[in-house]
């Protein structure tokens, strides 16, 4: 018998459970057919609060109701679209316990779910003294900045990001291209492609065409599970055509969301084609999927990826977002790890840290914490499938949460260096020794921080009125002589 050892974290083997869309009011009559059918799940998107009512009948109160019209008018960056699969997955109550009760019950369980927490945010979760940093922009990465042709991000030296579309089959609160993915928002009219996709797409293939030294592409968006299968096949047999690359990974949340699109039959038959091809050349095709909480792997996500995989799928990886209330915690991290790596065959690869986006503060974690969390997932997993926490700095790229330089614990800025240039910095002879910084939550910071960065604000508010008053003044002057 082995020593019973009193760990941190405690691991056990758990079978995944369906929950029963059937206890929610606006399901009850809902078939395992039609569950499983993905133009029933598109068609049956939770898209508005009326739609989101008819779904959950008189389980959440009013009060709940108008959280999150308030956070729809005055905090979103992203619209509400919930497939059915993901709205599921909210209290599952697959625990034995059965459903909270209607009402008060039901909206406490619903307001602390982890997948509700960042799929379908409400005022009240947001920061109320910072919801925004003071540093926080909408392309945090500048990723557009980038562009070598338009929606192909060339930040790397051997790899692009190809944003074949913006849209996808769900929304995330979080989203960190809120920039341009999805509809937009009272806080955010989204940017829109100036090209029509054929010919962005066109561009894409050209440029990588004539540049050699890019080896691998992420082909993303938005979601490419929204694009017509046709379409993405077409986009994937002439990108395998070109001999330079070598991996192509495709980008899609909806693996987690809406895997019914992913197990589509004329879907399989489609990854089957297009993974003998890249067979056939040496070029590995990979799936890139999203998913932030244990909850979300249900039993229709892990056959859909071995489907996938049987299908001819490389390697399927996640990459989440550490997300405050979401995944903030060692068991949070470990529980999804084991339940992608041991029911579903998914390999866990990154969390990144949340990006500094408008709105996203609550969410967003400390690198001290990012630092912790790291450490206390090691040694539990496979080291291959140990996933590595992540921070996208702007205008670098990921780094490793302990590749940091220099950190000022007190004001949260944290300092960080590359080892190659973007092409913004093709001739920038200063690139590779410049620092680059990144900045933790203010509420995450001592007082004596909090306070500095509130000079910080106030000093830029009497800047940008100083400006606005000596404006004002030279037009007075102007209209006087004229
Ligand atoms: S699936 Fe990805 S691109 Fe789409 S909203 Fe979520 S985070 Fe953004």
Known sequence: MSPAIDQPYRYSQRDLVEPDWTRLPGWRAVTEDQWLDVQWQRSHCVKNVRQLREVMGDLLTDDFYADLERDQAERATMSMLLPPQMLNTMVPATDGEG?????????????????????????????????????????????????AVEGLTHRYPTKVLAELLPTCPQYCGHCTRMDLVGNSTPQVTKLKFAAKP?????????????????????????????????????????LLAIDSIRDIRLATKALIGLPQHWGAPDVIEGIGRITATARKRGVHVAIHTHANHANSITPVVARTAHALMDAGIFNIRNQGVLLRGVNDTTEDLLDLCFALQDNAGITPYYFYMCDMIPFSEHWRLSLAEAQHLQHSIMGYLPGFATPRIVCDVPFVGKRWVHQVEEYDRETGISYWRKNYRTLLEASDVDALSREYVYNDPISTLPESGQAWWHAQSDAAASHAAAVDAAAASRAASVAQLV
């Open 99 to 147: 459903m909270p009760s209607a009402g008060r019950d039901f909206t406490r369980a619903f307001l602390d779910d982890p997948v509700r927490r960042y799929m379908l945010p409400v005022f009240s979760d947001r920061d109320v003294e910072w919801p925004s940093h003071p540093k926080a922009q909408r392309d945090s990465l500048h990723e557009h900045d980038m562009w």
């Open 198 to 238: 054929t010919d962005r797409h066109t561009a894409m293939l050209d440029y990588l065409r004539a540049t050699p030294t890019i080896r691998d592409v992420v082909v993303s968006g938005g979601d490419v599970a929204n694009l017509p299968w046709k379409n993405l096949e077409a986009f994937l047999d002439n």
